[in-house]
Each structure stands twice: as structure tokens, then as C-alpha cells.
T-cell receptor
Framework: ELKVEQNPLFLSMQEGKNYTIYCNYSTTSDRLYWYRQDPGKSLESLFVLLSNGAVKQEGRLMASLDTKARLSTLHITAAVHDLSATYFCAVRYNAGNMLTFGGGTRLMVKP | DTAVSQTPKYLVTQMGNDKSIKCEQNLGHDTMYWYKQDSKKFLKIMFS???????INETVPNRFSPKSPDKAHLNLHINSLELGDSAVYFC????????????????FGSGTQLSVL
């Protein structure tokens, strides 16, 4: 059974600071996703990572993938309040494109 | 127009009832999904469905059944509702050929919050 673990589960940080969210998964997969969810809202796709060493950046967020270590990171640079949300990583585990999600990291950025 | 739309947004019902949640996507995607998000925000896949194949997560009780009248719709029917079914249910869709650069990105609906009393 594929397991996906994120840490930390909760992160409170000051604006302007940098931090990294980690996502570990237990078995081989060909793609990893990062999603954002605002409170009471739906999930918004941020990144899709397909290969070892893949790095994607959008604004203050940068995601990377190490398939050998089965690890993805989501790095936040100079955080701003608008980044406050819950961030999920998800790993595809079969041809039906079914995803296993991590437990989510709730990020709060304080002014 | 909303890409993936679900109705109702909120559903409050009694134990033992049967209910349905509707989902429609106007993206022309071939594959649709149902996910369940519990009170601790854990997201779990329930079903993956395209016009050829239904894949069921083996942990989903058979009281849950997806019904697809056509490619743009995947409704979720739940029989004999239980307290533990209370959660937010998300519909999603994607293009299996990976039209978005081969990424098969999922587009999620806004969710249906189900409360079973």
C-alpha cells in the first residue's frame, strides 16, 4: 500500500521567512503533485513533477522531486500572508490516475 | 463557467437515508473521480471512472456507487447513510491523454459537505 507522509503538518511562520515542506512516499511512482487548498475551498493544482531532479517554480513556491529518495519538497521563499493555506502532496499509484494524498501541511503566515 | 461543478454544496440528512451528489465537468475530460475529505482534512480516492473502466478503491463500502449518465457527469449515490460518512466529497476530472502537457492534472469541484445526523 502506498503511503504518503508530509511534514510538518502545521507551520506558522513570519512574513519574509523561508521554509520547506517535505513529502515522503513509500513506493515507486511516476508522478507527484502539489495542491493548495484555502479554508472551505476546493483544491488548486500547483505543480506536477514527473522525473528525478525535476524542479518547478511559481512565484515564491518551488517544488522539487528526488525519485530515488522518494522525496519531494515545496520550498517557500520570503513568505507572504497570501500563501496561508493547506498544501497537499499527492502521488499517483496506478494507471487509473488515482492519487494518494499526504496529510496536508497547514501553513499560516503572520504579518 | 465553472469547470467542475457539484451539487448540492451542503447536504444534511438522517442516518439510513439514501442520497446522491451530482457532478458535471465542461472541460471535455474523459476521466472523473470522487474523493472524500474527512474532518482531519485527509483526502482519499474513492473512484476513478472513464467511459471504459471503473476503478474502485477497495476500502470504499459498497453502499457507495458512482453513476455516469454520460462522459460529462459522474454522480455519487450513497445508500443507508452512516454517521461516519460525514465528510466533504470532492469530484474531479482529468484528461487521460494528458492534454495539459502530459501531466494529467486534476481539476477539482468545490466540494459537497455531507452531514449525517
Amino acid at each position: 500500500e502506498l503511503k504518503v507522509e508530509q511534514n510538518p503538518l502545521f507551520l506558522s511562520m513570519q512574513e519574509g521567512k523561508n521554509y520547506t515542506i517535505y513529502c515522503n512516499y513509500s513506493t515507486t511512482s511516476d508522478r507527484l503533485y502539489w495542491y493548495r487548498q484555502d479554508p472551505g475551498k476546493s483544491l488548486e493544482s500547483l505543480f506536477v513533477l514527473l522525473s528525478n531532479g525535476a524542479v518547478k517554480q511559481e512565484g515564491r513556491l518551488m517544488a522539487s522531486l528526488d525519485t530515488k529518495a522518494r522525496l519531494s519538497t515545496l520550498h517557500i521563499t520570503a513568505a507572504v500572508h497570501d500563501l496561508s493555506a493547506t498544501y497537499f502532496c499527492a502521488v499517483r499509484y496506478n494507471a487509473g490516475n488515482m492519487l494518494t494524498f499526504g496529510g496536508g501541511t497547514r501553513l499560516m503566515v503572520k504579518p | 463557467d465553472t469547470a467542475v461543478s457539484q451539487t448540492p454544496k451542503y447536504l444534511v440528512t438522517q442516518m439510513g437515508n439514501d442520497k446522491s451528489i451530482k457532478c458535471e465537468q465542461n472541460l471535455g475530460h474523459d476521466t472523473m473521480y470522487w474523493y472524500k475529505q474527512d474532518s482531519k482534512k485527509f483526502l482519499k480516492i474513492m473512484f476513478s471512472y472513464n467511459n471504459k473502466e471503473l476503478i474502485i478503491n477497495e476500502t470504499v463500502p459498497n453502499r457507495f456507487s458512482p453513476k455516469s449518465p454520460d462522459k460529462a457527469h459522474l454522480n455519487l449515490h450513497i445508500n443507508s447513510l452512516e454517521l461516519g460518512d460525514s465528510a466533504v466529497y470532492f469530484c474531479a476530472s482529468s484528461h487521460p491523454q494528458g492534454a495539459e502537457g502530459g501531466f494529467e492534472k486534476l481539476f477539482f469541484g468545490s466540494g459537497t459537505q455531507l452531514s449525517v445526523l
